[in-house]
């Protein structure tokens, strides 16, 4: 059955510092694989998509299809990069989305 | 182009009632799915329309239900509220598409929170 894991619910850095957040799937074909994210009091919305290998705000994400994973990562964070973070996968036009991580980037 | 549009945006009910949430899509975009989003939970899906058909199911109980117009606005519905169903109701729609014509993304409405009394 298709999951995805983030395994850390909150995420705290200080400005500058590298970040990442860890996203793991279960899928057992080729997946289609996003990052979405919701700042406070804004809807959620696309941050990327695997497809388009495209660098967004400075984040990037590498699918790896050995380790079933598809972390998003940034290597100087800032602090308007607070905010909620979620990976998800699409298989058959159904959406499956993890649990969230709560990212705080710390002056 | 306008987003995603949900009413309303916010509404109270008590045990027992019923309430209906709508959504209407971005022009064009003949998907719309549902999302409940809670704070322990969170985002969890609930089904997702396609051409007025439910083309897929979350795992949630037959009091949740929904339903697409030929425009393609769509409704949910949560008949004998509990307690355990406040939550921020998430519309979203999409374009579709094969797998990697960027045609598969999500565009989300603002949401409907729900607040059980």
């Known amino acids: 059955a298709q999951r995805v894991t983030q395994p850390e619910k909150l995420l705290s850095v200080f400005k500058g510092a590298p970040v990442e957040l860890k996203c793991n799937y279960s899928?057992?074909?080729?997946?289609?694989l996003f990052w979405y994210v919701q700042y406070s009091r804004q809807r959620l919305q696309l941050l990327l998509r695997h497809i388009s290998r495209e660098s967004i705000k400075g984040f990037t994400a590498d699918l790896n299809k050995g380790e079933t994973s598809f972390h998003l990562k940034k290597p100087f964070a800032q602090e308007e990069d607070s905010a909620m973070y979620y990976c998800a996968l699409m298989s058959f036009n159904k959406f499956y989305f993890g649990s969230g991580t709560k990212l705080n980037v710390k002056p | 182009k306008a987003g995603v549009t949900q009413t309303p945006r916010y509404l109270i009910k008590t045990r027992g009632q019923q309430v209906t949430l709508s959504c209407s899509p971005i022009?064009?975009?003949?998907?719309v799915s549902w999302y409940q989003q809670t704070p322990g939970q969170g985002l969890q899906f609930l089904f997702e329309?396609?051409?007025?058909?439910?083309?897929n199911k979350g795992n949630f109980p037959g009091r949740f239900s929904g339903r697409q117009f030929s425009n393609s606005r769509s409704e949910m519905n949560v008949s004998t509220l509990e307690l355990g169903d406040s939550a921020l109701y998430l519309c979203?729609?999409?374009?579709?598409?094969?797998?990697?014509?960027?045609?598969?993304?999500?565009?989300f409405g603002a949401g409907s929170r729900l607040t059980v009394l």
């Open positions: 979203a729609s999409s374009g579709y598409g094969p797998i990697g014509s960027g045609a598969n993304v999500l565009t």
């Open positions: 899928y057992s074909g080729s997946p289609e």
């Open positions: 329309y396609f051409s007025e058909t439910q083309r």
């Open positions: 022009s064009g975009h003949r998907s």
